[in-house]
């Protein structure tokens, strides 16, 4: 039996733990510590009252924010009561949703999954799937599929939790509303216009009974609802909605949320080639984000960026350039001509990949080989960053003819990113996609024509089918089809690249042009039999 301290220890650090106070929770966290001792000593580790006790210091030591040392209790607890009462039992089922909360917090979502799936599927089976408990653990079961990249099943198990959270707990309920706007960022992603689109109406409608027009929640889903309509055309109206959230920010005085939201209307403005009205907004976010966030924001490196896109689709290279060279110039004045700060490396390497659409390789090769040397030195040969700037010095080799010196840095970053970031993030992407590119012009068609596919594939399932990046996969891989001698598989491909064209650039832009010549030429290779079909060949 524990002693009598012990007992009261534990009794006191359970109700401390259920209740979320922090008041004397470093004395707490230390009674129950000498509690598991005594334990461990009087009746054994694996024994089933140790196995709790453990588990309510877990508890605490989560309530502390130790999830490190959380976590290992929790697992430690968890292995003990399986043999103690077998795999079903609810204390088990308990531990197990506390582990996988916990693991999910650190960002371990790979290793959450099966403990949140687990509590999910028993608290279904037992409880219901509209209890709250049933809901909850649904919702953190799909967010961690979300971040592994398993977006369909998330948004899948997000359909089932807002419809139970309806009945649950009603449709005006701020968590089911909460539920619901997840649901649209989920079918959003998925590329899933129409569902997203309901799923931000149905909110913006409840929150703007509920909680009024001008709530800060119903703005966010408006933003939301604004951009998704700047995606899939419906632009009017997109600018409409932005400028009433900006209008709002403006008035409540709130300048960092006015700027934000300029954001959002300089691409509603920026989609209808309202440019002379865009640009004065980008750069006033601009300069408040240096002023206000500096320049080693993630805040001013966005900015530069967005601002940099606004000057590239128009065609301004001198205006595009001359910001960088601010850019970096704000940097060499703050922290020294020699920084190595990671978002001066990052515009730096934007830069080069402009100086690459001007057919400036010689400075665009310096700059990236700059930023790579600066990049190992400061995070290391393995940083994803590094394999990066070693992709694109790759590519800029193989753009001079020096395939095989090209070849060695695509193969060698592009096996780092795999191993780091896994084989469907973007940056591994790129790299996959300048390697193919690198097999084309070896003519080894069957290898690049499948790597193209691949990027594709991913590309058009995560980030849908009108994202610049799977646009740029869609041109890739249909001029391996022309190669190939498949010109009426390239044929729907080239069809839709030229309507984002010109979509996004205007149908007298020199890149909407370049890519109307080669549609034409195309059609020229196919003859008579040259035919619009209704659905693009996958």
């Known amino acids: 039996k524990l002693s009598a301290q012990a007992s009261l220890a534990l009794t006191v650090g359970v109700a401390a733990a259920e209740s979320g106070k922090t008041e004397r929770l470093q004395e707490h966290e230390e009674h129950c510590a000498a509690a598991v001792l005594e334990l461990e000593s009087a009746v054994g580790v694996e024994f089933r009252d140790t196995a709790l006790a453990r588990a309510r210091w877990a508890a605490l030591l989560l309530l502390g924010g130790k999830m490190i040392e959380a976590s290992a209790q929790f697992a430690a607890a968890l292995a003990s009561l399986e043999v103690s009462y077998g795999n079903t039992h609810p204390r088990c089922t308990q531990v197990a949703a506390a582990l996988g909360s916990c693991l999910a917090n650190m960002g371990k979502h790979t290793a959450a999954e099966p403990h949140l799936r ?15 408990e049933t809901i909850g653990m649904q919702c953190e079961l799909a967010r961690s599929l979300k971040e592994i990249g398993k977006v369909e099943e998330a948004a899948s198990l997000f359909k089932q939790a807002v419809a139970s959270s309806k009945v649950a707990l009603g449709e005006n309920a701020s968590i089911t509303l909460e539920r ?8 959003h992603e998925l590329g899933h216009g129409e569902e997203a689109e309901q799923q931000y109406r149905w909110v913006q409608a409840k929150q703007r009974a509920c909680l009024g027009e001008k709530h800060p ?3 966010e889903v408006q933003t939301k609802l604004g951009d998704l309509l700047t995606e899939t055309g419906s632009l009017e109206e997109a600018e409409k909605l932005h400028r009433e959230v900006w209008a709002a920010a403006q008035a409540e005085g709130n300048e960092a949320k006015a700027m934000a939201s300029a954001v959002h209307l300089a691409s509603a403005l920026q989609k209808r080639r309202k440019f002379a009205e865009a640009e004065p907004l980008l750069e006033a976010e601009l300069l408040w984000r240096e002023k206000v966030d500096g320049i080693g924001s993630e805040g001013f490196l966005a900015s530069v960026r967005n601002f940099a896109r606004f000057f590239e689709d128009q065609g301004r290279f001198i205006e595009c350039e001359a910001l960088y060279r601010r850019s970096l110039a704000s940097f060499e004045e703050k922290l020294g001509a020699d920084t190595d700060h990671p978002s001066a490396m990052s515009i730096m390497a934007d830069y080069a990949q402009h100086l690459v659409l001007q057919d400036k390789l010689e400075k665009a090769e310096k700059l990236h080989r700059h930023a790579m040397q600066k990049r190992e030195a400061r995070l290391g040969p393995d940083h994803p960053d590094t394999l990066a700037s070693l992709d694109c010095v790759g590519a800029l080799l193989q753009m001079r003819g020096e395939l095989e010196a090209a070849e060695k840095l695509h193969m060698r970053a592009l096996a780092g990113l795999e191993a780091k970031l896994g084989s469907e993030d973007p940056t591994t992407l790129r790299a996959m996609a300048n390697m193919a590119n690198l097999l084309a012009c070896q003519e080894r068609w069957p290898a690049a024509e499948a790597m193209h596919r691949q990027v594709l594939q991913v590309r058009e399932a995560k980030l849908g089918p009108d994202h610049e990046d799977t646009i740029d996969s869609t041109g890739s891989l249909a001029n391996i089809l022309v190669a190939r001698n498949k010109a009426d598989k390239a044929l729907p491909l080239v069809q839709h690249e030229l309507a984002w064209h010109e979509q996004r650039y205007g149908k007298k832009d020199e890149r909407t042009l ?13 003859g008579p039999t040259a035919t619009t079909p209704n659905a693009r060949t996958k």
């Open 118 to 132: 687990r509590a999910f599927r028993a608290w279904e089976a037992s409880l219901g799937p509209e209890v709250s």
């Open 180 to 187: 619901a706007c997840y649901l649209g960022d989920l079918l």
């Open 514 to 526: 370049q890519c109307a010549r080669r549609l034409s030429d195309l059609k020229g290779l196919l």
């Open 217 to 219: 929640e119903t703005l």
